[in-house]
């Protein structure tokens, strides 16, 4: 039930956008306990907290990179706007995520 509610409020109201974002902060908004949704992230999603929300930035900096409106943004502009509070964080995580630096995702797509 928790992760329904999770999952919702993620792609509903995007909290993950707020670069700051913290567990208590969406703990609080669900009415759980810090610990409690901490294991449900865990044990059903099988990722940590930074993990979990990094995913959602992901996707959406890919969604925007994605949408021919936003070639006027950098890749870091786009980044920071998707919740992303560093340059270097960024790069890692996207390419954790994707197997590709955001460069590289950006020129795959440009040759399609």
Do not use: W
């Given at each position: ?9 993620m ?15 969406v ?46 943004y ?38 399609v």
């Amino acid at each position: 039930q928790v992760l329904i509610q999770l999952k919702s409020y993620m792609e509903e109201k995007k909290p993950y956008l707020q670069d700051q974002l913290t567990l208590p902060d969406v703990a609080i908004h669900l009415h759980v306990s810090i610990n409690h949704l901490s294991q449900v992230i865990n044990e059903l999603c099988h990722q940590n907290f930074f993990e979990f929300i990094n995913a959602y930035r992901v996707d959406e900096v890919k969604r925007k990179m994605k949408d021919p409106k936003n070639e006027v943004y950098s890749l870091l502009s786009i980044a920071h706007d998707c919740g992303f509070g560093s340059k270097s964080s960024f790069n890692r995580i996207f390419k954790f995520h994707t197997g590709q630096t955001p460069s590289q995702f950006k020129k795959s797509l440009n040759s399609v």
